[in-house]
Every structure is written in structure tokens, then in C-alpha cells.
């Protein structure tokens, strides 16, 4: 026999559910809870049905399958048996196995239900010896003798008792190979082991996963808050570079200010004007003139052009002719003078950047005071 597909409207948490069997070994190997187990036992339940509810018996598969939450409790599986094709449709009662519904195909004909179960009738065994043969539990593995058994393997083995001791003999040692007792060895206790280490491990790494998100969390709170303090600091270092300006600046003011004091008494002194370098020098010669004509005229008479010269020398000079000392005075207070309006024009180009240049040109008029 081999199975085909089958199809599950509604048994225990599958629901909808359809699978296809292909020629090679089928594996489900899915999470707990996917529904591994009831798949099998919905095969069984196709084959053999299942028992009548009774509330005082243990907890059986048609109780620990009904849909409690709804749908129609069944479905059907389709396989090849002797060169022809089967499907099987099979729904149940919550209680009654009476109230079951059972309709069986071959190649697409209905065919009358058979005495007993599908399943004998197919295998040739009682469900009891199918459970302890074919359809092995996940949860207790029980190996005994049924009758049902012993006529099989007492056909295969051809009345040789010897061939039906050793068989039994092979399966007592895989139960023990496989055995279930707690604290007791095995492969299924071995593989338990594994399993709760692998748990362990599991927990582990997801305690170390929580403490790096945590950790994580803490960096990048502290990566904000350097973020921050890096701000301040940038912002602090712009605060100093105007602090260091302002200071820059108001020394700038304050030599300002001691430039305009000289330059107001150089004009106390020059009331009409601070006379420039031409005028000195051209007075400057006009009293070397008039002082050679004075010294001729005690000698000689001047001529005609003297004459005249001297004349307009006298009367440019009517109030006093000035000193060589007064000249040099004169002169040095205009060299000075000078001087002091060349440092004043040129004290922001030469000590100011471009910003503060632009600044000293916006206030050529008067620079705003320190409450400004």
C-alpha cells in the first residue's frame, strides 16, 4: 500500500489542512504544537475509526480531537493498494461511534463497507497490534504480542518458532535501545538530554541577546549625550572667539580715543587750520627773502623788483615776522599732525580682519557704545 494524499476538515487544531504523499519517505519535522501527532492519529482514525466517548474512561483520541470550536469532525485519505486506487471518507460524532459516517472508493466506485474495519481488512491486523507495529506513539512505546501479530509473523516465519523467538527478541532489544524510563539510558533519554542542554544554551544566548540590546541602549544614550556636550563646546568656543574680538576691539576704540585728544590739541593750536607741508615751506622761504633783503638794504640799495618784493614781504609779515624756532615748531607739530591722521585712517586696515573692517566702515560716522 502506498498513501497518496488526504485531506482534513477539521481534526483537533488542523483544519482545511490537505497533504500529498510522494513515492520517497515522507518527514514532518515541524515545532511543537504544529500538529505532527494529530496528523498521525487522523491516519489511524481514516483506517480504524476511533472509540466511543465514555466519561469514564481515559482521555481518548475522539475527545482530545473534537473541534470544539466548530467544523465537520474528519476528512479523507486516497492511496493504492493492489493496482487500484482507494479513498476513504470518514466523519464523526463527539461521542457516538454509532453516529460515524464511513464511504469507501475503488477507482472511483462506491464500495460496500466492510465487516469489521478498513484497516483489517487492508493489513490484516486489529487496530491494538496496528498501534504496536505500524503506528508508533510519541508518547509511550509498548511492545507485546497480539494474536493478530502472532498469526502474521507465524506465516511469515513459516511455523518456524525459532524465526517468531528471535523477532521478539530483536524488538525487546530496540525497546530497550528507545526506552522511556526516567533516569534510565537510552537513545530517547540520551536525546532528552541533549535537548534540555540545548535549551539551556538557548536561554543563555537569549539572556546575553537582552543584555547586548541593553548595553547597546546605554551606548547610544551615551553617544547622545557626547553629541550634546560637543555642541556646548563648539558653541563655548565661538562664545571666546567673540569674547577675544570684542576685546580686540575695544582696544581699537580706546587708541582711537587717544588719537582724536592729540589731534584736538593740534587744533587748539591752529584755530584757522592746521596749515599744511607746502604752506610752511613756502613761508619758510619767503622769511629767508625777506631776511636777504633786509641785510642788502643795510648795504646797498635794493632794485626796483626788490624793492617790490620786499614791500609784500612786509606786509604778509605786518603782524610779526616768525621765529626759525617758531618755524621748526610749526613744522613738527605738522609732521606730527600728519602722522597721527595717517595712523587714524589706516589703524582698521592695518590691525582689523575684513569683518571688523566692514564694521569701522559702517561707523565711520561714530561707533556705538558698549550699551549700544
Known amino acids: ?53 465514555r466519561q469514564k474512561v481515559s482521555f ?4 482530545r480531537y473534537f473541534p470544539f470550536s466548530g467544523g465537520t469532525f474528519g476528512g479523507n485519505v486516497t492511496f493504492e493498494a493492489n493496482g487500484s ?8 460524532d463527539e461521542k457516538s461511534e454509532t453516529k460515524d459516517s464511513l464511504t469507501v472508493y475503488r477507482d472511483g466506485i462506491l464500495l460496500p463497507v466492510p465487516d469489521g474495519s478498513v484497516g483489517r481488512a487492508l493489513f490484516g491486523v486489529d487496530k491494538q497490534s496496528f498501534e504496536r507495529t505500524v503506528f508508533l506513539s510519541g508518547t509511550e512505546i509498548e511492545i507485546a504480542s497480539t494474536g493478530d501479530i502472532n498469526q502474521k509473523i507465524n506465516a511469515f516465519a513459516e511455523g518456524d518458532d525459532s524465526n517468531f523467538e528471535k523477532a521478539l527478541s530483536l524488538l ?56 550634546a556636550l560637543s555642541a556646548r563646546i563648539a ?28 589731534l584736538r590739541l593740534i587744533e587748539e593750536n591752529y584755530p584757522f587750520g592746521i596749515p599744511a607741508r607746502e604752506e610752511v615751506e613756502r613761508v619758510g622761504d619767503a622769511i629767508g627773502k625777506l631776511r636777504d633783503l633786509n641785510a642788502k638794504l643795510s648795504h646797498e640799495p635794493l632794485t626796483e623788483e626788490e624793492n617790490a618784493r620786499y614791500l609784500a614781504l612786509q606786509t604778509e609779515f605786518s603782524s610779526g615776522v616768525p621765529s626759525d624756532t617758531d618755524l621748526d615748531t610749526a ?24 569683518k571688523e573692517q566692514r564694521l569701522m566702515q559702517k561707523f565711520a560716522y561714530g561707533c556705538p557704545s558698549a550699551e549700544e
Open 85 to 92: 486506487r482507494y479513498k476513504i471518507e470518514r466523519f464523526f
Open 172 to 227: 525487546e532489544a530496540k525497546r530497550k535501545e528507545y526506552k522511556l524510563a526516567r533516569g534510565e539510558g537510552g537513545l530517547i533519554f540520551e536525546t532528552r538530554t541533549r535537548l534540555n542542554a540545548l535549551s539551556i544554551r538557548i536561554g543563555n544566548a537569549k539572556s546575553v541577546a537582552n543584555s547586548l540590546r541593553e548595553k547597546n541602549a546605554a551606548l547610544a544614550e551615551t553617544d547622545a549625550g557626547i553629541a
Open 331 to 354: 613744522q613738527s607739530l605738522i609732521d606730527r599732525a600728519a602722522k597721527l591722521a595717517y595712523e587714524a585712517e589706516t589703524l582698521g586696515a592695518a590691525r582689523l580682519s575684513p
Open 235 to 262: 558653541a563655548a568656543q565661538s562664545e571666546n572667539v567673540l569674547i577675544a574680538n570684542r576685546e580686540t576691539y575695544d582696544g581699537m576704540l580706546a587708541e582711537n580715543a587717544e588719537t582724536e585728544r592729540k
Open 1 to 53: 500500500m502506498k498513501l497518496l494524499s488526504c485531506h482534513i476538515e477539521t481534526f483537533g487544531n488542523l483544519s482545511g489542512a490537505d497533504y500529498t504523499f510522494d513515492g520517497s519517505l515522507t518527514a514532518f519535522c515541524e515545532e511543537n504544537g504544529y500538529g505532527k501527532t494529530t496528523l498521525a492519529a487522523f491516519l489511524k482514525a481514516m483506517f480504524y475509526g476511533l472509540e466511543t466517548d
Open 60 to 63: 481518548n483520541d475522539r475527545r
